[in-house]
């Protein structure tokens, strides 16, 4: 079974999606009790799914949510963690306050390793694996992001520092999603993207959170046992191009 973190919407939802399709029982973990429980209860026709709320930045919680995962299901085989603040604007340099700061940091990078340092017993138990999902703007930025991009890029290195330090018990990468269009599909169907999003796309399409997904499944299963200490870019191809405004 799989434990993904910050699962009540978005690209967590959508990985969550996927593992339930590959056959995996997902523990659906948010902040957000109400809209974890939608998601936890819309996901249910697909398999065996729970939700606990969490709060990653809480490390009493993280040992609450972990103790029940061994509890209800007695084993942990992969753990991903997606929690963090989506806005990545966090204003003016001058303006960003270190109570700011330190919520984006708290949020994705610190919650990230309370929750793997806690799962390990877990994890080395079952041979599991950890994915982390970091952004691509761990490697480039737009201006006003200072906070968002110091928390993906030290996932990263995270990430790395993780996977020599655990292995071979237990195998560790990141994610680095690019542009995921993750409104309800309602919303994206009656308010399109341009066609000139689409195109800075060399798949020629934003992404969906199934296709962070869809390689987030492969990278906990055994068919990538020989992948780790590895930070994965999945964003169309959109960090390949040289984009000049004409």
Not at 74 to 103: C, F, M
Not at 116 to 141: D, F, M, P, W
Not at 196 to 218: K, M, N, T, Y
Request: with cysteine; proline share 4%.
């Amino acid at each position: 079974m799989a434990l993904v973190t910050g699962a009540a919407r978005g690209i967590g939802k959508g990985i969550a999606t996927s593992l339930l399709r590959a056959g995996w029982s997902v523990v659906i973990a948010d902040i957000d009790e109400l809209a974890g429980q939608a998601a936890a209860e819309e996901l249910a026709r697909l398999g065996v799914v729970e939700f606990v709320t969490l709060d990653v930045s809480d490390e009493a919680a993280v040992i609450r949510c972990l103790e029940r995962i061994e509890e209800d299901f007695g084993q942990l085989d992969g753990l991903v963690n997606n929690a963090g603040i989506a806005d990545p604007d966090s204003g003016p340099l001058e303006q960003l306050t270190l109570e700011a700061w330190n919520r984006w940091l708290t949020t994705s990078l610190t919650g990230s390793f309370l929750v793997s340092k806690h799962a390990l017993r877990l994890l080395r138990e079952s041979g599991g694996a950890i994915v982390n999902i970091a952004s691509t703007r761990a490697l480039q930025s737009e201006a006003n992001t200072e906070a968002y991009a110091a928390s993906k890029g030290g996932l990263v290195a995270l990430t790395h520092a993780m996977a020599v330090s655990l292995g071979p018990d237990i195998r560790v990468n990141a994610v680095s999603p690019g542009w995921i269009d993750t409104r309800p599909p309602a919303l994206q169907a009656s308010d399109p993207l341009r066609a000139l999003d689409h195109e800075q796309h060399s798949v020629g399409r934003v992404g969906q959170p199934e296709d962070i997904g869809a390689l987030v499944s492969f990278l906990l299963s055994p068919e990538a046992g020989f992948i780790t200490g590895q930070n994965l870019v999945a964003d169309g191809g959109m960090t390949r191009q040289m984009l000049y405004a004409e």
